[in-house]
């Protein structure tokens, strides 16, 4: 009975932030707490720890007393979701130790009467829970314990990274203050599980599964949830079931394709999404991308959703990212500050086109790392070469193979520091070939390109596809452009380092503030500066009058 200790005191200046302590998939729900006066409070969790306390911005008053719901909870959870629509509540969740207890919940629970609106009587695990007599309210001193989430603003993220010892200090800051916390990792899980029930109603064993940046350790607090319709699981259940002579098939509908089974599959469930499904919210199908899949919005956990099937290849890459992130430490420091660096001068954005994705990002650091001596990083060819009978993986015809084991994997002997490393990773791409070569995480050398593409990556497991066809030469020529202003800067950096004031943002905020690396000023000054290099490349460009030197993104 542990939503006993779940009701609130008021505590009203402080500042409305999300909570995410949760718990995973089915035997938990999430219950949004109605308020119709103004309070806040804490949660106590189970295990009696208080954690930070968190506001309530918006009017409440509540009572959640597991008696009085019929709630016996295990474990609860506690604090604000703001949707991704502005919506604001208070939500609990609260984990069972009997999944039978979820059912019985639902028993008791009633669907609303909406007055001139109806209610689509759908019974999922969401539940608003109201006070009955919001006129008497309770005179107990109750207690919302909560832990707060939220990402730093960029004003404080600033403060902190100026406020560090060393370039290397910023670099381990920014991870630490924007990385998931496992609590939202856990709400990624738990809204997976929401939607998982949603296309149960077709598909009776399928799953959901998170994949992208909420599990390949390279996520953002904020960033989206990528959801995969797992649907093959179904086959593996029924697999074992036939015997004898007489093998047992569903009569099924036979469509053209995977592609239009996918399609047809992820049409379906996302009107049921759009119809059925309780705080789904700007629900888009979008069907006819290279990889079909349906967007929307999930207004209790405030995640922003991309479902997809018949996807399983970028399962695996996740995996392979999550690998590389485990075995050093300087790799998510770098992949984080590339990708910050990278959404603030808008080289990325959240919206389809021919910007480059975090995605390439990432392999771009991945490669960086593969190239150093010693590498910090293996390439793929040779984590495959490390893996035994059990990691053996093809998907669709393609070798996804790689060793999972990390303690196979033997520890990079290079102890370059990060401060080091971004800088030359600026350095490295600001000067690298990209009109003639490829970037090849599996055999961790540049290769000639095989199209023509500006820029080339080729995807790590469908070794004909690049992964950054989108791209166009302006957009790769703007990255180039930043990288060697980064550079550039940080070279200063160095020089200036003894006398510099720490007032003013240095190291990784200075790369990170728009104005000062997006000024056309610095720009020239950063060609202009070295001017043997400017002779160099003079020089160079007499030399050679060839058509590839004339699309190169070098020397310009
Ligand atoms: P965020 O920008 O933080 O969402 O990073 P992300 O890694 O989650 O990227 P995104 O949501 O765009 O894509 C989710 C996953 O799909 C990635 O992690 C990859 O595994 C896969 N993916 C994305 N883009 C491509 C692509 O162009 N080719 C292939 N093969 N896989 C891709
Ligand atoms: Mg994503």
């Not at 505590?11 to 707490?33: D, K, N």
């Not at 029930?197 to 399928?206: R, V």
């Not at 998510?332 to 919206?351: D, E, G, N, Q």
């Not at 020089?539 to 058509?547: F, T």
């Amino acid at each position: 009975g542990l939503l006993a200790s779940l009701p609130l005191c008021a505590q009203r200046s402080q500042v409305l932030r999300p909570i995410h302590r949760l718990l995973s998939c089915p035997r938990t729900v999430a219950a949004e707490i109605k308020r119709e006066e103004q309070s806040s409070g804490s949660v106590e969790t189970g295990d009696g720890a208080v954690s930070s306390v968190c506001s309530v911005a918006a009017t409440h008053r509540g009572r959640g007393k597991g008696e009085e719901t019929g709630i016996a909870g295990e474990r609860v959870a506690c604090g604000h979701g703001r949707g991704a629509f502005g919506n604001r509540g208070l939500y609990a969740v609260v984990e069972f130790c009997q999944k039978e207890s979820v059912t019985s919940l639902q028993n008791g629970t009633r669907t609303p009467s909406m007055g001139t609106e109806a209610a689509i009587p759908f019974r999922s695990r969401v539940f608003n829970l109201k006070t009955k007599n919001p006129s008497n309210p309770t005179s107990e001193q109750s207690r919302v314990q909560c832990s707060i989430h939220a990402p730093p603003s960029s004003k404080k993220l600033l403060e902190l990274l100026c406020y560090a010892e060393s370039i290397d200090d910023q670099l381990n800051t920014l991870l630490k203050e924007l990385q998931l916390t496992e609590e939202n990792t856990k709400l990624r899980y738990l809204t997976c599980s929401l939607i998982e029930d949603i296309a149960a109603a077709y598909f009776l064993d399928c799953t959901v599964r998170p994949f992208g940046s909420s599990v390949n350790s390279f996520g953002k607090l904020g960033c989206d949830l990528d959801m995969f319709l797992d649907l093959d699981e179904i086959g593996k259940f029924s697999a074992n079931k036939t015997s004898g002579n007489f093998l047992m098939e569903f009569q099924v509908k036979n469509v053209p394709s995977e592609r239009i089974a996918t399609q047809k599959i992820l049409s379906v469930i996302g009107e049921c999404l759009d119809h059925f499904g309780p705080g789904c919210v700007g629900v888009q199908k979008i069907l006819n991308a290279r990889c079909p899949l349906v967007r929307f919005s999930h207004q209790a956990s405030g995640f922003q959703c991309d479902l997809t099937t018949n996807n399983r290849i970028a399962l695996k890459s996740s995996e392979l990212l999550y690998i590389y992130g485990a075995l050093d430490s300087r790799v998510r420091a770098l992949v984080f500050s590339i990708r910050c660096w990278a959404r603030a001068h808008s080289l990325t954005s959240s919206i389809p086109g021919s910007w480059i994705t975090n995605f390439s990002l990432t392999m771009m650091v991945i490669f960086f790392l593969q190239r150093r001596s010693p590498p910090i990083l293996p390439t793929l060819d040779s984590l495959k070469t490390l893996a035994d009978a059990e990691d053996k993986c093809v998907i669709e015809g393609h070798n996804c193979t790689f060793v999972r084991d990390l303690n196979k994997i033997k520890p990079s002997g290079n102890t370059e520091t990060l401060e080091l490393l971004l800088k030359e990773f600026f350095e490295y791409f600001g000067n690298f070939a990209f009109n003639k070569n490829s970037i090849n995480i599996r055999q961790g050398r540049e290769q000639n390109k095989p199209e023509s593409s500006p820029l080339h990556i080729q995807n790590p497991f469908e070794t004909s596809l690049n992964i950054s066809k989108n791209v166009s030469q302006s957009q790769l020529q703007k990255f180039v452009d930043l990288a060697r202003e980064s550079a550039w800067i940080l070279n200063q950096e160095d020089k200036d380092r003894p006398s510099s004031s720490r007032s003013q943002p240095w190291g990784l905020a200075a790369l990170l503030m728009p104005s000062v690396v997006n000024s056309a000023s610095l720009a020239k000054r950063v060609r202009k500066k070295p001017a043997s290099e400017r002779i160099k490349s003079l020089l160079e460009s007499i030399k050679s009058s060839s058509p590839e030197n004339a699309t190169s993104t070098n020397g310009k």
